[in-house]
């Protein structure tokens, strides 16, 4: 960002209300003038703003740059006011603001009742960066103060403090932990070199992580579940990955912590193990949970369509791999009639998985024409930096799909042959892809129905060859799933559900 048009992104970062709150009682103040101007312009254009006001206002414009930093003071010094008493720690910021000046007027009885409720609500936040300096006020009220009596020693005070700096030492230290866990994960998180996994190894050997739950506060608590979560996702078993999911859900209710913005994280967090793990029993109970969370409007830029499309996102998984088919019917349903509201608020990973899940729900309940629509939504799909392997699923996936789609003469005649050519060259020559492109190659060329059921059959058996624990490879049990209808002449429906 240029120093030239920081004002006018600040400008136009502002809520309605921020700009609302910031002209008030402003009127003719010559600096409006540049912020009304800048807030009026699309693109910022340095050239056509001094056009505009060289006549109207040339000795303002002669210290343009200086009155620019002038304004992003104001604006600045505006955003503070307004949010001064919006959160808990904002008012203990605000208290130690005033502080100094109820102490030079020496009116100690006043300082020493709100010192008093800001220190328990600093310990309360565990805010413990806050409480060391409201300790300090404390202590030199109590040390400097002979005419009043105080609750507590300087000793006492000092063990406070003492205690706390601890406490923050090792919430700081955890942090600072985490961090390194997540810049070894965006750098490399298979642990693909020899490098990354001798950090990791180096890592696992830190000793606040060795040492026995809780720590000395709940936050470093729960950041020490949170990186032993990703230790043994990268190195642990199933079992040990779910309890210390389910472990860090409990931390926070028994702390009666249910509205700290770090639970709605945690309850998504369970979701996702109990995914990965393939355990549902907590699952439904855990997701009202979360909707409850997200509905309480915890985080201002989280409204309704984003609580639809996340619930909506997580309980179609839970459908599909519980085969719960009716209530999945239903959500489809409202799902599709609010796809243009909720498709925006879906991160690119999400709604591409959103894409695949709709996909395979139709294909699995043998509406192909709703299932092709989804299909193509994957197969053109451009932005693929995230999930790439559901796409590259999906275009697998499509020659069965298409397959079917003829046999069932839906459509008029497509190349199939084409589709597998292209296939192939996309997506390369894996062992999983080649036995799919082949065993559709041939049936293609099939010539008789006996012909064609000993194809599918020999796709069957050679797909059931491959072990879905060792790794990913999408669209295999949808597949398995088709292969065994054809085979046993039951419905895929009726083959999940009666599983």
């Given at each position: 960002?240029?120093?030239?048009?920081?004002?006018?992104?600040?400008?136009?970062?502002?809520?309605?209300?921020?700009?609302?709150?910031?002209?008030?009682?402003?009127?003719?103040?010559?600096?409006?003038?540049?912020?009304?101007?800048?807030?009026?312009?699309?693109?910022?254009?340095?050239?056509?703003?001094?056009?505009?006001?060289?006549?109207?206002?040339?000795?303002?414009?002669?210290?343009?740059?200086?009155?620019?930093?002038?304004?992003?003071?104001?604006?600045?010094?505006?955003?503070?006011?307004?949010?001064?008493?919006?959160?808990?720690?904002?008012?203990?910021?605000?208290?130690?603001?005033?502080?100094?000046?109820?102490?030079?007027?020496?009116?100690?009885?006043?300082?020493?009742?709100?010192?008093?409720?800001?220190?328990?609500?600093?310990?309360?936040?565990?805010?413990?960066?806050?409480?060391?300096?409201?300790?300090?006020?404390?202590?030199?009220?109590?040390?400097?103060?002979?005419?009043?009596?105080?609750?507590r020693s300087v000793e006492q005070i000092l063990q406070d403090q003492e205690q706390t700096l601890d406490k923050f030492q090792e919430l700081f230290a955890i942090r600072n932990l985490?961090?390194?866990?997540?810049?070894?994960?965006?750098?490399?998180?298979?642990?693909?070199?020899?490098?990354?996994?001798?950090?990791?190894?180096?890592?696992?050997?830190?000793?606040?992580?060795?040492?026995?739950?809780?720590?000395?506060?709940?936050?470093?608590?729960?950041?020490?579940?949170?990186?032993?979560?990703?230790?043994?996702?990268?190195?642990?078993?199933?079992?040990?990955?779910?309890?210390?999911?389910?472990?860090?859900?409990?931390?926070?209710?028994?702390?009666?912590?249910?509205?700290?913005?770090?639970?709605?994280?945690?309850?998504?967090?369970?979701?996702?193990?109990?995914?990965?793990?393939?355990?549902?029993?907590?699952?439904?109970?855990?997701?009202?949970?979360?909707?409850?969370?997200?509905?309480?409007?915890?985080?201002?830029?989280?409204?309704?369509?984003?609580?639809?499309?996340?619930?909506?996102?997580?309980?179609?998984?839970?459908?599909?791999?519980?085969?719960?088919?009716?209530?999945?019917?239903?959500?489809?349903?409202?799902?599709?009639?609010?796809?243009?509201?909720?498709?925006?608020?879906?991160?690119?990973?999400?709604?591409?998985?959103?894409?695949?899940?709709?996909?395979?729900?139709?294909?699995?309940?043998?509406?192909?024409?709703?299932?092709?629509?989804?299909?193509?939504?994957?197969?053109?799909?451009?932005?693929?930096?995230?999930?790439?392997?559901?796409?590259?699923?999906?275009?697998?996936?499509?020659?069965?799909?298409?397959?079917?789609?003829?046999?069932?003469?839906?459509?008029?005649?497509?190349?199939?042959?084409?589709?597998?050519?292209?296939?192939?060259?996309?997506?390369?020559?894996?062992?999983?892809?080649?036995?799919?492109?082949?065993?559709?190659?041939?049936?293609?060329?099939?010539?008789?129905?006996?012909?064609?059921?000993?194809?599918?059959?020999?796709?069957?058996?050679?797909?059931?060859?491959?072990?879905?624990?060792?790794?990913?490879?999408?669209?295999?049990?949808?597949?398995?799933?088709?292969?065994?209808?054809?085979?046993?002449?039951?419905?895929?429906?009726?083959?999940?559900?009666?599983?």
């Open positions: 960002m240029t120093s030239q048009d920081m004002l006018f992104r600040l400008i136009k970062s502002l809520s309605s209300s921020e700009r609302r709150e910031f002209s008030k009682g402003k009127g003719k103040d010559k600096y409006m003038a540049l912020y009304n101007a800048l807030l009026r312009m699309p693109d910022y254009d340095e050239v056509e703003l001094r056009r505009k006001y060289k006549h109207a206002q040339p000795d303002f414009l002669g210290r343009l740059a200086a009155n620019k930093n002038y304004l992003i003071d104001k604006i600045l010094e505006s955003l503070v006011g307004q949010a001064r008493l919006r959160t808990a720690e904002s008012k203990i910021q605000f208290l130690l603001a005033y502080l100094p000046m109820l102490y030079e007027k020496r009116q100690y009885k006043l300082l020493y009742k709100r010192l008093a409720v800001g220190i328990k609500n600093a310990r309360d936040l565990e805010a413990f960066g806050l409480l060391i300096d409201l300790l300090e006020w404390e202590k030199k009220l109590v040390w400097n103060d002979h005419s009043n009596k105080y609750e985490r961090r390194r866990l997540d810049l070894l994960n965006r750098e490399d998180a298979l642990l693909l070199k020899q490098s990354s996994r001798d950090k990791f190894q180096e890592f696992c050997a830190d000793e606040l992580l060795q040492l026995p739950s809780p720590l000395q506060s709940s936050e470093a608590t729960r950041h020490q579940h949170y990186l032993k979560l990703d230790v043994i996702r990268k190195k642990g078993t199933k079992d040990e990955l779910f309890s210390q999911a389910k472990s860090l859900v409990v931390s926070f209710e028994k702390n009666g912590q249910t509205d700290h913005p770090s639970y709605g994280m945690t309850l998504s967090t369970f979701l996702f193990v109990s995914r990965e793990v393939n355990e549902y029993g907590d699952y439904l109970e855990t997701l009202q949970k979360w909707e409850d969370f997200l509905s309480k409007g915890a985080d201002p830029h989280i409204g309704k369509k984003e609580v639809f499309a996340r619930i909506g996102y997580w309980k179609l998984i839970y459908c599909l791999n519980t085969d719960d088919y009716e209530m999945a019917a239903s959500l489809v349903a409202e799902v599709e009639e609010r796809w243009n509201e909720i498709a925006g608020k879906l991160a690119t990973g999400k709604l591409v998985t959103f894409y695949y899940n709709l996909m395979m729900y139709y294909w699995i309940v043998d509406e192909l024409k709703k299932c092709q629509y989804w299909l193509e939504q994957l197969t053109l799909f451009r932005k693929i930096d995230r999930r790439a392997d559901v796409v590259r699923g999906a275009r697998l996936f499509q020659l069965i799909f298409y397959y079917e789609y003829q046999q069932q003469q839906l459509s008029p005649e497509r190349d199939l042959q084409k589709i597998i050519d292209s296939t192939r060259k996309v997506l390369g020559s894996d062992d999983y892809t080649k036995a799919v492109v082949k065993h559709s190659s041939a049936l293609c060329k099939a010539k008789n129905k006996s012909e064609t059921m000993a194809i599918i059959k020999s796709l069957n058996d050679t797909l059931s060859s491959f072990d879905a624990s060792k790794a990913k490879y999408f669209c295999l049990d949808e597949i398995k799933l088709w292969c065994l209808s054809k085979i046993k002449g039951r419905s895929m429906l009726q083959l999940r559900t009666e599983e």
